[in-house]
């Protein structure tokens, strides 16, 4: 759903003092995020930018998305948008917003069938390393990467509240209560691996086709990485795991690649991945039986399958 044109133009007419002859351009994303909606702009001199507008619910999602951004900075190897202005709007059309740099390239899920498998997989294996690139940025304690947010103090602490919490929400959504006990025994089992977790990083939390962007033509390197806004400080393994499962299922072949370009090492990473993929898999289930959409039975089967395959 685009922005509404009234809103936009106020939203340009608080961010002209920082960014002088802001005007809209007639760049796009290819496909809208979930939570803000974005806008390609361009300064008086021609530089784009973009703007992303946030319902009025969603200010914490704005604010993690902007430190987020701060927190990569100028990490070797790996671009993401910098942000340049924030605020946010009162009354009928509430909103918060970010204008940020903009990026070249075009999404990783844009060119994924023009690629052929050598590419394919070298591209995979790049992403894995981009991804340990980004764990070298640690953190003070396990959560959110605001104030005031949940935190932990340990990764087996956060492990088993998100096991509880996906197990009732499975439950609540009427999800079998046999799948349920074989999730909780299998994270149970695997405690001591869990525990071994060296200390939090930060994660993106969501790296996969949609936000991983690459050059428009020719060989598909890695250009950059977007959507920040569900960062936080995590196990690095949980990061890995949920880019897998996506790798899973669009390309099984080069799970290797992504695994063997990020580095795991011995059999608690491997083990502490496999929890963490599970965990992905099953809130991916919970919102499939909630949003129900197209094809949803066939995928909660295919879920279903799997999560049983692997507890």
């Known amino acids: 759903m685009a922005v509404d044109p009234a809103v936009l133009a106020d939203v340009l007419d608080r961010l002209r003092p920082q960014l002088p002859g802001i005007e809209v351009d007639r760049w796009a994303p290819s496909v809208q995020g979930a939570v803000g909606q974005v806008v390609g702009v361009r300064d008086g001199n021609g530089s784009p930018y973009v703007v992303k507008v946030y319902p009025p619910t969603a200010r914490r999602r704005r604010d993690t998305e902007m430190l987020a951004q701060r927190l990569l900075g100028d990490l070797p190897g790996i671009a993401g948008p910098r942000p340049v202005g924030h605020g946010q709007l009162d009354g009928p059309g509430a909103v918060t917003f970010l204008l940020m740099t903009r990026l070249d390239g075009v999404r990783w899920a844009d060119r994924r069938a023009d690629l052929d498998p050598a590419r394919a997989t070298a591209l995979t294996r790049e992403v894995g390393r981009a991804l340990r690139r980004l ?177």
Do not use: K, M
């Not at 196990?235 to 690649?257: E, F, G, K, N, Y």
């Not at 099953?282 to 949803?296: H, S």
């Open 135 to 311: 764990h070298t940025v640690t953190g003070p304690h396990f959560g959110d990467l605001l104030d005031g947010g949940a935190r932990w103090p340990t990764a087996w602490d956060q492990v088993a509240a998100r096991t509880g919490d996906l197990v009732a929400e499975h439950l609540r959504g009427g999800g079998p209560s046999w799948l349920a006990d074989r999730t909780r025994r299998f994270v149970e089992r695997h405690r001591h691996a869990l525990a071994s977790c060296p200390g939090p990083v930060l994660c993106h939390n969501d790296f996969v086709g949609g936000n991983l962007l690459l050059a428009a033509t020719g060989d598909p390197h890695l250009r950059g990485v977007v959507d920040l806004e569900r960062a936080s400080w995590n196990d690095p393994l949980s990061d890995l795991a949920q880019t897998r499962l996506h790798v899973r299922q669009h390309r099984p072949a080069d799970i290797t690649a992504l695994v063997d370009g990020y580095g795991v090492d011995g059999p608690d990473e491997h083990r502490r991945l496999d929890v963490h993929e599970v965990l992905h898999a099953l809130a991916e289930r919970n919102w499939i039986a909630y949003d129900r959409p197209a094809g949803w039975q066939e995928s909660i089967t295919a879920l279903d399958a799997f999560l049983a395959d692997r507890t």
